[in-house]
C-alpha cells in the first residue's frame, strides 16, 4: 500500500472529491491533528443536504418504497455540483411531499374517526340485549349509571358487593354477551355519592366498564346502523386516500428513489471532507491507494482538475497494523474473498487464500454432496443471485448472504455437478446416472459393492493430505520470502516429516506399525489420488523404493522429527508448543478429513430413504444418453440382481431435495468450511491485518454522469 497526498486549490475541492470518488481505492487517512483542526464546517448546501435527506427519509417511509431494492430502471442525474444535486432533489420534493404529507393528515384523521365510529358500533350492539339507549348511561346530579362486561361466573359476586355497599338501593341488570361464551353484559345504577367505591368494587371483580360516547341519542340498535353506515364512507374515503399515495407511489418512485439516492451520494462526499486539511487557499487529503494505481489516480485527478493540483506518493511510516490491506482478486472471486475475510483480514505478511480456496472449496463441497439434481438446484439460486444483484435487488438481510454469494453458489453448484456424476447420484437416486467412477458406486453387477466405504475414505484422506501439504508449503514460501530462516527450516522439516509420515500409512501399512521398523523387504512410493481402489502398500500402481521400512522411517520421519524439535525448542516455551501442535495435528487434522467419506454417505442414504418410500410413485423415466463414448445414462441397470430401466420417483426426488438438500446442503457447507477454517488456514495463514475500506459510492436508482474536465467553480458558501 501507498500513501497518496494530493493537494489542489479551495476550488477545486468539489472536482477533488469527484475523481477520489470515481477513483474507488482511495481510503481517506485523518491528518486533521496535524493541523491541530479537530472538526470542519459545512456550508449552507451541505446543511441542506441533510435537512432534506430527512423529509425524503418521511416521505419515502409513507409511500412504503424500499430503498434496498432495485427498480430496474435508473435516472441520470447532474451532480457536478452540491447545487446541482440539489436542484435535482428539490424538484422531486417539491412536487410530492406536501400532497404526500395532506394526503398522510386525511388518513389520520379519517382512521382516527373510523376507530371511534367501531368504537360506537361495538357499545351499542353489546347493548342492545339490555334495552338501553346511550344516553341513559351516564352521571345525573343524584345517580351514576354505567355499563360493561364481565365474566360471567363473577356475576353473582358483583351482584352481592352492590347489595353490600348500598344496603340494596342499585339496579342491576344482567345478559349474556352476543358471541362471547362464558362473558355477560351487565348494567349498574347506583347513588353518586357511592361512585367511587363501587369503581373500586369494579375493578377489584373485572367489571370492564364502556367509554359510552356522547351526543348518540336514540336505541341502540338505531345507533349501531348509523355508525355501520359512517363506517362504510369512511373505510371508502380511505380506501381512495390509499389509492391516491399509491399512485404517487407509481408515477414517483424511479425519481423518488433517485433523489434520495444523490442525496445519500451527498452526504458521503460531504463525509469524507471531514479527513480534509485546509488552508487559506488549499485543502489537502491523504489516503492509502494499492501499489500500481498510481497512474490511475493521476489520470483521473488530471480530468478534472487539469494541472491545478499536486500528488506524491510515499511509502507508508506507519505501524504495519494501521496499513490496511488491498485483496486484488477478480470479482467472480468476491463470495470467496468475503469468507476469507470472516475468517481474518490477511495482514503484511500473510498470503491471500482466495484464489486457492476459490478452487478447493467447491471441491470438496462437491463431494461431499455430490449430486448432479440438486447441485443444478444450487447452480439456479447461485444464477438467480446474481442476476438479482445485476439488477440492483435485494434479497432482504437473510437471503442477502445467498445473494452476496451467489457467484459462489454456481462454482458449488458445479461441483457438486461433477461429483454427481463421478459417483453416479441424480436427486438422491443412484438408478439414473451410470457412475463415472465405477469403484465408488454402491452396487456393481447387481451386488454391494463392499469396497466402496474403504474406497471413498481413502479419497477423502488424501484429499486432505493433499491441501495440508498444499498449506505447509504456502508456509514455507511465506517464511523464506520474508527472511524467517529458522522458522522455515522447521517449517520444511514439518512437511518431510509429514510426507514422510503419510508414505509410510500408504506405502507400507496403515495397521501395523512394526511394519515401519523392519529391516527387511521394500517401501511403495505414495502417489496420490492414482492408487485409490488398489489398496496400499504394493498394490501394482505405488513404485518401489529398494530400501529397507526401517531405513526410510528414519530418513523420511525420525530425522526431520529431531530436526523440527531441535529448532523449535531454541524458541522457548513458545517453540515447544509450536512442535507439539504440528506433530498432534499431524495425525489429527489429516484424519479430519473423513468427513467428507462420512457426510457423503449420510447424504446418500438420507436421500435414499425418500425413494423407499416413495416407490412407484410418479415414476419417471429416462432414455439412455452417451458422448464420445462415455455411457451416462444405461439402458438399464443391475440392481440387487434385478433389471431395472433408468428412472426414478419424482415425489422422493421433490421431498428428498426439499429437506435433505437444504439440510445436507447447509451442513457441508459449514463441514468444508472448518476443513478451511481449521485444517488449512491454521497451517500458513493468521489474518489480522486492516480490512481496506475505499472512499466509495454505490448506484442503485441513478447512472453515474460521464465525468469530463470541470471549469473553476468558487466555492459555494
Known sequence: MLVAKVVTHKDYERQMILALEEFGLFEPIDVRHQAGILEGTRTRDEETVFAVSERFSVVIESLGLETFRGIGKRTEVEDKLVADSLAHVSEVIQSVETEVLETDQEIATLSLELERQKGVRDIALALEPLGLDLEMITTTEYTYTTAGKIQTGHLSKLEWSLNELTEGMFVFRAVPAPKSKGTSIASV??????????????????????????????????????????????????????????????????????????????????????YFVYTESSVKAWGWIPEGTQDKIEVLLNEMIGTAFNIAFDQPDFAEHDSPTYLSNPSIMKPTEDVVSAYGTPSKHDLDPTKIMWISFPLIFGLVFADVGQGLLILFIGLAAIR?????DDWGQIMGYVQNGGKGLVMMGLFAILGGFLFGSFFGSETVIEPLWPMFAHYIDGEVNPSRASHMLKLSIEIGVIQISLGIILDIYNKLKHKEWDEGIISIAFLWMYLGFINLVFGVSYNNINTWFSSEGAVNLWLPIVGIGYGTGNNGVYPVIP????????I??????????????????????????????????????????????????????????TTGLLMIYFPPISLGGVVIIPEAFNHHGATILPGMSLVGAAVGSFLVGILEGLLAFMHTLRLHFVEFFSKFYHAGGTPFTPFVTKRVFTVEPTRVAMAVVPSQK
Open 189 to 274: 345504577s347506583i347513588s353518586l355519592e357511592r361512585k367511587n367505591a363501587a369503581d373500586r368494587i369494579f375493578t377489584a371483580i373485572g367489571f370492564e366498564t364502556f367509554t359510552i360516547p356522547e351526543g348518540y341519542p336514540g336505541s341502540p340498535e338505531e345507533i349501531a346502523d348509523a355508525a355501520s353506515e359512517e363506517i362504510i364512507k369512511l373505510e371508502k374515503s380511505l380506501d381512495q386516500l390509499l389509492a391516491r399515495k399509491e399512485s404517487i407511489a407509481q408515477e414517483w418512485k424511479p425519481r423518488i428513489l433517485a433523489a434520495w439516492e444523490i442525496l445519500e451520494i451527498e452526504k458521503s462526499r460531504i463525509s469524507v471532507k471531514g
Open 388 to 392: 438479482a444483484t445485476r439488477k440492483g
Open 547 to 554: 530400501i529397507a521400512p526401517m531405513l526410510f522411517t528414519i
Open 556 to 613: 523420511a520421519f525420525v530425522i526431520p522429527m529431531i530436526l523440527m524439535a531441535v529448532l523449535a525448542f531454541r524458541h522457548g516455551m513458545d517453540g515447544a508448543v509450536h512442535f507439539m501442535e504440528s506433530v498432534l495435528s499431524m495425525i489429527s487434522h489429516t484424519v479430519s478429513y473423513a468427513r467428507i467419506f462420512a457426510l457423503n454417505t449420510v447424504h446418500v442414504i438420507l436421500s435414499g430413504v425418500f425413494f423407499s418410500f
